[in-house]
T-cell receptor
Framework: QKEVEQNSGPLSVPEGAIASLNCTYS??????FFWYRQYSGKSPELIMS????GDKEDGRFTAQLNKASQYVSLLIRDSQPSDSATYLCAVNSRYSTLTFGKGTMLLVSP | ETGVTQTPRHLVMGMTNKKSLKCEQHLGHNAMYWYKQSAKKPLELMFV???????ENNSVPSRFSPECPNSSHLFLHLHTLQPEDSALYLC??????????FGPGTRLTVL
């Protein structure tokens, strides 16, 4: 059974701080890794994709991948109250399918 | 707006009703998906279609019946559902880089 594990949170950070979200996965053959943001009552929105070891930056977001440790993380710099949402980690398990974690709830307080 | 639309956005149905959910993508993708999202559970993959052919059925009960007439449209036909089927049903389409883009979802309530 392919698994993706995330701490359910909530992770509480003050406005302007760095939020660090973590995810581990069990399938060593996984090649594609994604972070989705989901606001309450809304559908998931893709915010980051990462395919190789190291860091990938996009604006205030940085995704980090370590395949040897089977670990992927998302850093959000200068966190804003509008970043408050549930963040889903997704990992490809077979070519055309993704396995999702349960998500980490992030709360950014003004 | 992701380029994936779903209708209806909300649906209330009795256990004896038959209804259909519709998904349309305007992104030119060739793969489409149905997911179920229940409270406090991870997204559950239901069906996958590649080039109109079903390539994945994740042990979904037969009361859910998918249909994919072309690469842009996907339906989920519902009949004799149970209250535990109440959930958010999400459609997604996929790029060649394995990125999936979701529609807004249909919030289904089964009475």
């Amino acid at each position: 059974q392919k698994e993706v594990e995330q701490n359910s949170g909530p992770l509480s950070v003050p406005e302007g701080a760095i939020a660090s979200l973590n995810c581990t996965y069990s399938d060593r053959g996984s090649q594609s890794f994604f972070w989705y943001r989901q606001y309450s009552g809304k559908s998931p929105e893709l915010i980051m994709s990462i395919y190789s070891n190291g860091d990938k930056e996009d604006g205030r977001f940085t995704a980090q991948l370590n395949k040897a440790s089977q670990y992927v993380s998302l850093l959000i710099r200068d966190s804003q109250p509008s970043d408050s949402a549930t963040y889903l980690c997704a990992v490809n398990s077979r070519y055309s399918t993704l396995t999702f974690g349960k998500g980490t709830m992030l709360l950014v307080s003004p | 707006e992701t380029g994936v639309t779903q209708t209806p956005r909300h649906l209330v149905m009795g256990m004896t009703n038959k209804k259909s959910l519709k998904c349309e993508q305007h992104l030119g993708h060739n793969a489409m998906y149905w997911y179920k999202q229940s409270a406090k559970k991870p997204l559950e993959l239901m069906f996958v279609y590649n080039f109109k052919e079903q390539t994945e059925n994740n042990s979904v009960p037969s009361r859910f019946s998918p249909e994919c007439p072309n690469s842009s449209h996907l339906f989920l036909h519902l009949h004799t559902l149970q209250p535990e089927d109440s959930a958010l049903y999400l459609c997604a389409s996929r790029t060649g880089a394995n990125e999936q883009f979701f529609g807004p979802g249909t919030r289904l309530t089964v009475l």
